[in-house]
């Protein structure tokens, strides 16, 4: 268990570094490009996006399969059987690609012609971008079997690398899309579509060489075939839900609010995924841990790994949710100066949508890892596919543009509670013993936390000071009471240990 503490210290630290760069890099780079574009065109270049994303839910599933199945025989060391697993993933992934396609360039393309909220004179362009954005979508399907096996061999650096260099190269894109005189939204799209080439390049080279699993000469096994589709099925529900809960009520926005609305969507977003990289890391760097020590019967130590990966991913978060929470208008300000209309508040509200969400990742991981998904994926997806509706049904009597995520936000919570009772069937733990480890100390550490960063919210004026003196308050806050309240002795040593070697690393 020491071994795996030091590998996740470790591992996470290397995602850590990749996501502070890539979300400095990220956040400035999509404000150049909301800039040159404008919002319309930043709007639809992220409702194009959703479009194609509606089609990807099959992949969406056997992902999530195929990195539970490499990352379990990985556990019981089948290096045999690892091979077979994942020439037939390639192949069934490819097949997914090529229908993918077909869907898109027929059902897709239809409804991009027909029913999206698109001026008459960028209907061109967007056809155009449509194709790239294809491109894009197809080669990240196949590529999903190699981020799969680097992730389950835990070679988080060579996933860390490639974040960095996907982020570095978007960036070089934003400060050139000024230069060219062609339509820029179709220039923009071109380029993101020669990084996904090249980045597909690279995980092919680097997996022949350095993984003994990569091999496209095996036949396709179709035991491993069926087995994976039987298991894949169950979280083909889960999938659908996801794509319909976010991509869905993108397109809904469009349709009922228009691409301007649709741009301050993405932004709410792109906050989203810049703060919950500091809790996803160390998710990432975690799952394998779970899947692994659940092979190995180590109950005891799986059930260590859900409680400390619900809290911390929850604390992570939380450090940054507070100050982003409470000012947000002057950080889009500063960060956007021309912002788009609702972005505060679908910002405030996707921050505390994630907040909900980062106890679902290590329960869904366990569950995975028992195998046992098909009761429990209808149970969540029931839940969560009422987001699509009821969002429907809303707009449809005019509602405004955030009540998607109130409902999203609401059916998450009930989510959880549906979800421990799938925890305590399948692994043992109850439903109170979760919530005395996790949730009412992360929630008593969120209020106490809180407190003291809004009260000087609420008596100082709004600006730059504010914001400066909000955050560092907020942080230093959040540190106190996460090491004094939310960890365990064990766990308080555990930290001291790895800040000690890190600080020695720095001085070497």
Not at 58 to 64: F, H, K
Not at 387 to 402: E, T, V
Request: positive net charge; hydrophobic residues 50%.
């Amino acid at each position: 268990m020491q071994d795996g503490n030091k590998r996740i210290a470790k591992n996470t630290m290397f995602l850590y570094f990749r996501m502070l760069l890539s979300m400095l890099i990220s956040l400035y780079t999509s404000r150049i490009i909301l800039n040159i574009l404008g919002f319309t065109d930043y709007g639809l270049y992220n409702v194009i996006i959703g479009v194609t994303t509606l089609f990807i839910f099959l992949n969406g599933a056997l992902g999530t399969s195929t990195s539970r199945f490499l990352t379990f025989e990985l556990g019981r060391k089948n290096s045999e059987k690892l091979r077979q697993i994942f020439a037939t993933t390639l192949y069934i992934h490819l097949g997914i690609a090529l229908v993918i396609i077909f869907l898109c360039e027929t059902f897709g393309l239809w409804f991009v012609n027909n029913k999206l909220v698109i001026p008459e004179e960028r209907m061109h362009g967007c056809n155009i971008l449509y194709q790239f954005v294809l491109v894009n979508v197809a080669l990240n399907i196949i590529q999903i079997p190699m981020n799969a096996i680097i992730i389950a061999h835990e070679q988080i650096k060579i996933y860390a690398f490639t974040g960095i260099l996907d982020t570095i190269l978007k960036f070089c894109i934003a400060i050139s899309l000024s230069y060219f005189a062609y339509d820029r939204l179709v220039i923009f799209g071109f380029l993101q579509m020669l990084i996904t080439i090249s980045i597909f390049l690279f995980y092919c080279f680097y997996c022949k060489k350095n993984s003994q699993e990569f091999s496209i000469g095996l036949k396709f096994n179709r035991n491993i075939f069926k087995e994976m589709i039987g298991y894949s099925m169950w979280n083909l529900l889960g999938s659908s839900v996801v794509i319909l809960k976010n991509q869905g009520v993108n397109i809904l926005i469009n349709i009922f609010h228009g691409p301007a609305v649709n741009a301050a969507n993405a932004i709410a977003y792109q906050v989203n995924q810049a703060i919950t990289n500091f809790s996803g890391n160390f998710i990432t760097a975690l799952n394998p841990q779970i899947i692994k020590s659940y092979a190995n019967k180590e109950v005891e130590n799986t059930k260590t790994l859900i409680f400390r990966g619900g809290k911390f991913s929850f604390f992570l978060l939380m450090v940054i949710a507070i100050p982003i929470i409470l000012e947000i208008n002057t950080i889009l300000q500063i960060w956007l100066k021309d912002v788009p209309q609702y972005s505060n508040i679908l910002t405030q509200l996707v921050v505390i949508l994630a907040l909900v969400e980062c106890f679902t990742y290590t329960i869904g991981t366990a569950i995975q890892a028992v195998g046992k998904i098909k009761y429990y994926q209808i149970a969540i997806s029931g839940i969560l596919l009422l987001n699509f509706p009821l969002s429907y049904i809303a707009y449809k009597q005019g509602a405004d543009p955030s009540v998607a995520l109130i409902i999203s936000i609401f059916l998450s919570i009930i989510a959880v509670y549906v979800r421990l009772f799938f925890l305590k069937r399948y692994i043992g733990i109850s439903i109170k013993e979760y919530m005395a480890n996790v949730l009412m100390i992360t929630f008593t550490v969120l209020l106490l936390s809180t407190v003291i960063p809004f009260l000087f919210h609420w008596l100082m004026n709004p600006g730059i000071i504010r914001l400066i003196v909000v955050s560092i308050i907020s942080i230093l806050s959040s540190i106190f009471f996460i090491f004094f309240i939310g960890l365990r002795k064990n766990e308080k040593k555990l930290v001291v240990l790895y800040l000690k070697k890190f600080r020695l690393t720095l001085y070497r």
